[in-house]
């Protein structure tokens, strides 16, 4: 470990910790008073905060040699990264900058919650020999140019496409408690200042739905890839591991919802509530299993 370019790493993501702050504030600030001037603002330092988190991941790709997200620092700061560019995507796309303020709450809570985690866990090392597997082709093409090191391989594909799901359904809770709020105001038949702003219900429903169905195939992707690398790593593909269990309901949470929701037609509240559970169990899968219930993971 070298610990000054880990300092180095740790001051950027403080730095990047500040624009997180900021474009929450602006974007509530936004909902608040409705000027557009706080929504540009609240945009553009997504816009920075993103950049920052981007150049963090390479920065510590460089330094490691390795993909950069194989500790829980590492990912959460991929998570943190798939939200930012998630939100952004939807905010150019359906117009909706009152989203920044829940959206960018949730990123905001995870930029602490890495913040706060152990200096141990934040260190830039090489890869524990479990999570080494470098797909063979990739090796021989980056070999001529010196850059074998950097090749990919199942645990990189597995991670990345697991917390891309993850960052979509983070997306999707945040919409969720929206739409749990709007539709309790619509019910009182009350004008609120506050609450007129949101989206209609059924513009929220939907991109809740979005979000999910967008997410899911990769949180699929994630648990194939992750079983062909367990039998790579530990010759089994499936131990019920803890991490195993958990991303296995997981997966079968948002499976009912989008099961229910296409071949029962359950919409609004049902469907709020199990996307707010679903993320429930998200966290727990990531940050209760890591800490409570340890198994064949426990080094990330």
Known sequence: MDQPKVIMSLMFFTMSLAFYFLATAFYI?????????????????TYVAGFSMTMILIFRAVE???????NLYESMVLFIWAVTIGYLWMERKYKFKVLGA???????????????????????????PALQSKWNFLVKILEPLGLEKYAIGWLDFHVFATFIGYAAFAISFAVAIMYIIKIRYEARSKKSFLFDSFPPSKVLDELSYITIAW????????????????????????????????????????????????????????????????FLAVIFLYWG???ILPGLHAYA
């Open 102 to 128: 829940f959206v960018m709450t949730v990123a905001s809570l995870a930029m602490v919650s890495a913040w706060l985690l152990p200096f141990r866990f934040k260190n830039i090392e090489p890869l524990n």
């Open 289 to 291: 299993v890591s800490f």
């Open 64 to 70: 490691s040699g390795h993909a950069p997200f194989s």
């Open 29 to 45: 600030g936004y909902w608040l008073t409705r000027k557009d001037w706080m929504g540009q603002a609240g945009t553009s330092l």
């Open 215 to 278: 997410g899911f195939p990769f949180l699929t992707v994630g648990i194939v890839t992750g079983a062909i690398w367990a039998n790579y790593a530990w010759g089994t593909y499936w131990s019920w591991d803890p991490k195993e269990t958990w991303s296995l309901i997981t997966w079968l949470v948002y499976a009912a919802y989008l099961h229910a929701r296409v071949t029962r037609g359950w919409r609004g509240k049902k469907a709020a509530y199990i996307s707010i559970a679903g």
